[in-house]
């Protein structure tokens, strides 16, 4: 009948959740959530806090599938490898992920889950909380950043070996660079991630071995650039 008011459809975060993994947080918004069920987005504002709320309700829903195993027999360095690795599969399984945990890292329960996962395991191998949080931090950024570069790459693909063949062959033709590029070893994503992280970890272990006081660190790698311009 004319002038009959169709009842608002009941949903609740559940559905929202559902939905917006479904989406996936490269494509997540408020439209495209009510879009697919069948509401207006001030439906949607009932039961989360504008897109803000939206990207936590759904990035903590994929992070609580991430579960961190942790060999006891890896030594720190293995560990935090492997730890790093991890993120990095991780992320890139689930696009979007790294910026939303770029942005703001532990937002909610689960990062701090995945958090407190990894800082308990590096207290097990002998580091004090503050130092273990330092350091897992510092892994963890790196391992993301590395994925969210990789996850851009993949996103432009078309025609992206042509650029790299012309790169190539520039630098080959260099006579101050190509002799050098030309004995680089090659490596695809996965193999340059685990070198640069290798790197990066043990540097991280030289400068703050297990019982070394964070503040110690701080003051030691903040000095080092100390009158450099």
């Known amino acids: 009948?004319?002038?009959?008011?169709?009842?608002?459809?009941?949903?609740?975060?559940?559905?929202?959740?559902?939905?917006g993994r479904a989406i996936g947080l490269r494509q997540l918004s408020l439209n495209a959530v009510a879009a697919e069920l069948d509401v207006s987005t001030t439906a949607?504002?009932?039961?989360?806090?504008?897109?803000?709320?939206l990207e936590l309700v759904v990035g903590e829903s994929?992070?609580?599938?991430?579960?961190?195993?942790?060999?006891?027999?890896?030594?720190?360095?293995?560990?935090?490898?492997?730890?790093?690795?991890?993120?990095?599969?991780?992320?890139l399984a689930h696009a979007g992920l790294g910026t939303y945990m770029q942005t703001l890292f532990p937002r909610g329960e689960a990062g701090q889950r995945l958090m407190v996962s990894e800082v308990e395991a590096l207290v097990r191998?002998?580091?004090?909380?503050d130092v273990a949080v330092?350091?897992?931090?510092?892994?963890?950024?790196?391992?993301?950043?590395?994925?969210?570069?990789?996850?851009?790459?993949?996103?432009?693909?078309?025609g992206l070996q042509q650029q790299?063949?012309?790169v190539a062959e520039q630098l080959s033709a260099d006579e101050r660079l190509g002799e050098a590029h030309r004995d680089l070893?090659?490596?695809?994503?996965?193999?340059?991630?685990?070198?640069?992280?290798?790197?990066?970890?043990?540097?991280?272990?030289?400068?703050?071995?297990?019982?070394?006081?964070?503040?110690e660190v701080v003051v030691d790698?903040?000095?080092?650039?100390?009158g450099l311009q």
């Open 164 to 166: 790299r063949d012309d």
């Open 1 to 19: 009948m004319a002038g009959v008011r169709r009842r608002a459809r009941k949903i609740d975060v559940e559905d929202i959740i559902r939905v």
């Open 185 to 215: 070893p090659e490596f695809d994503h996965e193999g340059f991630s685990t070198m640069v992280l290798t790197a990066t970890i043990r540097g991280l272990l030289a400068v703050g071995p297990v019982g070394r006081p964070l503040h």
């Open 125 to 129: 191998r002998g580091y004090t909380p």
């Open 62 to 91: 994929l992070l609580s599938d991430l579960v961190l195993r942790d060999d006891p027999a890896h030594d720190i360095e293995q560990h935090l490898l492997s730890f790093g690795l991890q993120l990095r599969a991780f992320v």
């Open 221 to 226: 790698l903040g000095s080092t650039g100390t």
């Open 44 to 53: 949607l504002y009932r039961h989360v806090d504008g897109r803000w709320g």
């Open 134 to 158: 330092a350091l897992a931090s510092a892994v963890a950024s790196t391992a993301i950043n590395f994925a969210v570069a990789e996850e851009a790459q993949l996103e432009r693909i078309s």
